[in-house]
């Protein structure tokens, strides 16, 4: 009797928690920001390697940048306070975006008023801050980018207007390095749109260790095509026109310089008399006159690192790779004290991994080996000859930090639990700032010493953890399943909360599948995770994500064959992921959907398309649905130039699948995106129109290509979810 009663107490106890906990809104995750995680703000590692610095901001408006202690937590110095600085300079108030120190940490770059330009550039007003006065300087009376100290911390230098200059902080004399540039023509210091989105770039220049001289770019943009976005803005809607080379178009000629501080002169480095290649990054070496580039062929399938006399402009092949599919472009290269050794990542034995080479020289050892990929180079501790790097090793839906000797002996894994993994180091490696999740965990972010443990929590979202306990939420899951020639692809799925393996659901697929990407990770997924959470928990349907072949930290032929095919083995794959749970005795395998961003928007396009016999629904939000129409550098890495493969370009793009649409289809664009045009939406439609296929479609006016600001996530979102609950 007693133990009937405990489970009748038992489950009265659950029941009752499962009626009382609240329901998730679209309000809550796009408004309210009720399940908003939080992170650390503004961190800095300190020259001294014993302390850092974080941003601290009030509800008031205070704005603070607090130097602690890495092994107390102790706050040592407050080094910016806004109030200081509004009262030592007569001001009401003085806000800041963004801060970054001198070599000597006795002064600041302080920016504020940001004006976003790309993904990566923004220009702002920016000040020199005197850390002990509380005294501001304006470096000049325009929005200015990338304002960046030498690291004497005599000079900064800026970009305005497509030039480069230098400002004297002694004697406040500006130096013009540049006088030709010119909007869509001349760049000097910077870097055009294509190699900004494609390469990672912002800042086209570099200081050399000692502050002798500076590297920049040269962008003659001159002969690339031209593309217009109109900006629906007041009475005359406004176009905005800018250079964007499509697959197969002209593109910049890049030059690469070196600046004399001294000598207040340019020579032009020597990079070969092939234009149509690619300078996708410098780096200075060790040697104050020697600079490191990296050179890319214009089918990015031969990678060269050349070293340039900056005093003659000569340069020299220093290392040399080719692949038979593409090289990707990365950070990676360290060059060691010394000047004689440096580090770098390749995929040359089928993973990726590092490698220890002569600068001016072979390879002297392979550093990390086995069946698993490198992520990052973290850093290299001179003091103990070892590398600091994050890997796949544990698992390809895990990231973890290790270090090791240059040999790859004494490899010390220091991220033991469960989850994805990031660091950052102390400058003298004794201690890191840890962050790390779970899909069912936000971020925990943690000072650790040098081994790895735990010294301090500094957020634990606590806050949303306990909230999570309110809500129905159900834990994702992860599998494999399996397709072709004995491969397994990795997912993670959400069932409802109050699952009955009896009833037959609704399929909901999550995909994003573009070359290197990954969707399917141990990793807290942020606002998609809450409405994902709320398909399943309060509309009863069943959420998966797959992770195709093309797909990222599983080797390199595993993400290199959809080389020339870009589409094609992605879609046969999500709609062999629909074949399976459609056999899944709690699928309901007529109504099938799926949705994705971007390239997921491509994805779901071509599912709705070449595989309408297995979805009843689609949502493609900022699709490509024409390769021809999206940028060269990621177009060609991946399908060679238009000429060269156009049954790989147009076989596999939706717009020219239109005639097998049978399903329900919702289109979403923003129309000032700079990135996927609207023309690819616009095109999509009027084949759609030409076809006499019914859709659903809508736009929004001048947003960009992450469709954002105000009430627009929001408005979005519900959106899908009525498309979703009407058609699904």
Same mark, same amino acid.
């Given at each position: 009797?007693?133990?009937?009663?405990?489970?009748?107490?038992?489950?009265?106890?659950?029941?009752?928690? #499962?009626?009382?906990?609240?329901?998730?809104?679209?309000?809550?995750?796009?408004?309210?920001?009720?399940?908003?995680?939080?992170?650390?703000?503004?961190?800095?590692?300190?020259?001294?390697?014993?302390?850092?610095?974080?941003?601290?901001?009030?509800?008031? %408006?205070?704005?603070?940048?607090?130097?602690?202690?890495?092994?107390?937590?102790?706050?040592?110095?407050?080094?910016?306070?806004?109030?200081?600085?509004?009262?030592?300079? =007569?001001?009401?108030?003085?806000?800041?975006?963004?801060?970054?120190?001198?070599?000597?940490?006795?002064?600041?770059?302080?920016?504020?008023?940001?004006? +976003?330009?790309?993904?990566?550039?923004?220009?702002?007003?920016?000040?020199?801050?005197?850390?002990?006065? /509380?005294?501001?300087?304006?470096?000049?009376?325009?929005?200015?980018?990338?304002?960046?100290?030498?690291?004497?911390?005599?000079? !900064?230098?800026?970009?305005?207007?497509?030039?480069?200059? !230098?400002?004297?902080?002694?004697?406040?004399?500006?130096?013009?390095?540049?006088?030709?540039?010119?909007?869509?023509?001349?760049?000097? %210091?910077?870097?055009?749109? !294509?190699?900004?989105?494609?390469?990672?770039?912002?800042?086209?220049?570099?200081?050399?260790?000692?502050?002798?001289?500076?590297?920049?770019?040269?962008?003659?943009?001159?002969?690339?095509?031209?593309?217009?976005?109109?900006?629906?803005?007041?009475?005359?809607?406004?176009?905005?026109?800018?250079?964007?080379?499509?697959?197969?178009?002209?593109?910049?000629?890049?030059?690469?310089?070196?600046?004399?501080?001294?000598?207040?002169?340019?020579?032009?480095?020597?990079?070969?008399?092939?234009?149509? +290649?690619?300078?996708?990054?410098?780096?200075?070496?060790?040697?104050?006159?020697?600079?490191?580039?990296?050179? &890319?062929?214009?089918?990015?399938?031969?990678?060269?690192?050349? &070293?340039?006399?900056?005093?003659?402009?000569?340069?020299? !092949?220093?290392?040399?790779?080719?692949?038979?599919?593409?090289?990707?472009?990365?950070?990676?290269?360290?060059?060691?004290?010394?000047?004689?050794?440096?580090? #770098?990542?390749?995929?040359?034995?089928?993973?990726?991994?590092?490698?220890?080479?002569?600068?001016?020289?072979?390879?002297?050892?392979?550093?990390?080996?086995?069946?698993?990929?490198?992520?990052?180079?973290?850093?290299?501790?001179?003091?103990?000859? +070892?590398?600091?790097?994050?890997?796949?090793?544990?698992?390809?839906?895990?990231?973890?930090?290790?270090?090791?000797?240059?040999?790859?002996?004494?490899?010390?894994?220091?991220?033991?639990?469960?989850?994805?993994? /990031?660091?950052?180091?102390?400058?003298?490696?004794?201690?890191?700032?840890?962050?790390? /999740?779970?899909?069912?965990?936000?971020?925990?972010?943690?000072?650790?010493?040098?081994?790895?443990?735990?010294?301090?929590?500094?957020?634990?979202?606590?806050?949303?953890?306990?909230?999570?306990?309110?809500?129905?939420?159900?834990?994702?899951?992860?599998?494999?399943?399996?397709?072709?020639?004995?491969?397994?692809?990795?997912?993670?799925?959400?069932?409802?909360?109050?699952?009955?393996?009896?009833?037959?659901?609704? &399929?909901?697929?999550?995909?994003?599948?573009?070359? =290197?990407?990954?969707?399917?990770?141990?990793?807290?997924?942020?606002?998609?995770?809450?409405?994902?959470?709320?398909?399943?928990?309060?509309?009863?349907?069943?959420?998966?994500?797959?992770?195709?072949?093309?797909? =990222?930290?599983?080797?390199?032929?595993?993400?290199?064959?959809?080389?020339?095919?870009?589409?094609?083995?992605?879609?046969?794959?999500?709609?062999?992921?629909?074949?399976?749970?459609?056999?899944?005795?709690?699928?309901?395998?007529?109504?099938?959907?799926?949705?994705?961003?971007?390239?997921?928007?491509?994805?779901?396009?071509?599912?709705?398309?070449?595989?309408?016999?297995?979805?009843?629904?689609?949502?493609?939000?900022?699709?490509?649905?024409?390769?021809?129409?999206?940028?060269?550098?990621?177009?060609?890495?991946?399908?060679?130039?238009?000429?060269?493969?156009?049954?790989?370009?147009?076989?596999?793009?939706?717009?020219?699948?239109?005639?097998?649409?049978?399903?329900?289809? &919702?289109?979403?664009? %923003?129309? =000032?995106?700079?990135?996927?045009?609207?023309?690819?939406?616009?095109?999509?439609?009027?084949?759609?129109?030409?076809?006499?296929?019914?859709?659903? /479609?809508?736009?929004?006016?001048?947003?960009?290509?992450?469709?954002?600001?105000?009430?627009?996530?929001?408005?979005?979102?519900?959106?899908?979810?009525?498309?979703?609950?009407?058609?699904?």
């Amino acid at each position: 009797m007693i133990k009937r009663l405990t489970i009748l107490a038992f489950f009265i106890a659950n029941t009752i928690f #499962l009626f009382a906990q609240k329901s998730i809104t679209l309000e809550d995750i796009w408004k309210n920001r009720t399940f908003a995680a939080k992170g650390v703000s503004g961190f800095v590692p300190l020259k001294d390697g014993k302390t850092y610095c974080q941003n601290v901001s009030t509800k008031t %408006g205070g704005q603070f940048v607090v130097k602690y202690s890495y092994e107390t937590g102790n706050t040592v110095d407050t080094l910016i306070h806004n109030g200081r600085i509004a009262k030592a300079n =007569g001001l009401k108030e003085f806000q800041f975006d963004g801060f970054q120190f001198n070599s000597t940490e006795t002064q600041a770059i302080l920016t504020n008023e940001t004006e +976003q330009i790309y993904r990566h550039s923004s220009a702002a007003k920016t000040y020199i801050l005197d850390i002990v006065t /509380s005294e501001i300087t304006e470096v000049v009376f325009s929005k200015i980018m990338y304002p960046t100290f030498d690291p004497t911390g005599k000079y !900064v230098a800026y970009v305005f207007e497509n030039n480069l200059f !230098v400002k004297d902080l002694k004697n406040n004399k500006i130096k013009t390095i540049t006088k030709d540039g010119k909007r869509n023509s001349i760049i000097n %210091g910077a870097v055009d749109w !294509v190699y900004e989105e494609e390469f990672s770039m912002s800042s086209g220049f570099q200081w050399n260790e000692d502050g002798s001289a500076i590297a920049y770019y040269k962008f003659d943009e001159t002969n690339v095509p031209e593309f217009s976005m109109t900006m629906f803005e007041g009475l005359y809607p406004r176009v905005t026109t800018f250079k964007y080379p499509k697959a197969g178009e002209t593109n910049s000629k890049v030059d690469v310089f070196v600046y004399s501080i001294k000598g207040g002169k340019s020579k032009k480095m020597e990079t070969g008399s092939e234009n149509d +290649q690619y300078l996708p990054r410098i780096k200075w070496t060790k040697n104050n006159a020697l600079l490191s580039i990296q050179r &890319l062929n214009r089918l990015q399938n031969k990678w060269e690192i050349l &070293l340039a006399d900056t005093k003659s402009g000569k340069t020299r !092949v220093a290392h040399e790779e080719t692949d038979k599919y593409y090289i990707d472009i990365s950070d990676d290269l360290e060059f060691l004290p010394g000047g004689e050794l440096m580090l #770098l990542t390749s995929e040359r034995d089928g993973f990726r991994h590092i490698y220890l080479h002569k600068v001016e020289g072979p390879e002297i050892m392979q550093t990390t080996k086995g069946s698993w990929d490198v992520a990052d180079i973290l850093g290299y501790n001179e003091a103990t000859k +070892q590398v600091y790097y994050s890997s796949f090793e544990n698992s390809s839906l895990e990231k973890h930090i290790y270090r090791s000797d240059l040999d790859g002996k004494n490899k010390i894994e220091l991220t033991a639990a469960a989850g994805m993994h /990031s660091a950052a180091f102390s400058t003298d490696f004794s201690y890191f700032l840890h962050t790390t /999740s779970t899909i069912n965990s936000p971020a925990i972010t943690s000072i650790c010493n040098g081994s790895g443990a735990v010294l301090r929590v500094l957020e634990d979202n606590k806050v949303l953890t306990t909230r999570m306990l309110d809500y129905k939420i159900s834990i994702a899951e992860f599998g494999q399943l399996p397709i072709e020639n004995n491969i397994n692809l990795n997912y993670w799925i959400i069932k409802p909360k109050d699952f009955d393996p009896n009833k037959k659901y609704p &399929l909901l697929m999550f995909v994003y599948g573009g070359p =290197g990407s990954q969707q399917v990770l141990n990793s807290w997924g942020g606002g998609n995770y809450w409405w994902h959470q709320m398909l399943a928990n309060e509309k009863g349907y069943i959420v998966a994500c797959v992770d195709n072949r093309g797909t =990222g930290a599983r080797g390199s032929e595993f993400k290199k064959m959809t080389y020339k095919q870009l589409g094609k083995y992605e879609s046969d794959d999500q709609i062999s992921a629909a074949k399976y749970f459609g056999s899944q005795s709690y699928i309901d395998a007529s109504r099938i959907g799926i949705w994705g961003w971007s390239y997921g928007g491509f994805m779901s396009s071509t599912c709705i398309t070449k595989g309408a016999d297995f979805f009843k629904a689609a949502i493609a939000v900022a699709p490509v649905t024409n390769w021809r129409f999206y940028d060269n550098i990621y177009t060609e890495r991946y399908m060679q130039l238009p000429n060269n493969n156009a049954e790989g370009y147009d076989s596999n793009s939706p717009i020219n699948m239109v005639e097998k649409l049978k399903g329900k289809y &919702l289109l979403v664009h %923003g129309t =000032g995106d700079d990135n996927v045009h609207f023309q690819n939406s616009a095109e999509m439609v009027e084949k759609m129109v030409e076809q006499n296929k019914p859709f659903q /479609s809508a736009y929004y006016p001048n947003k960009s290509h992450g469709i954002s600001g105000g009430n627009t996530r929001l408005h979005l979102f519900t959106l899908m979810t009525n498309f979703i609950l009407e058609n699904l």
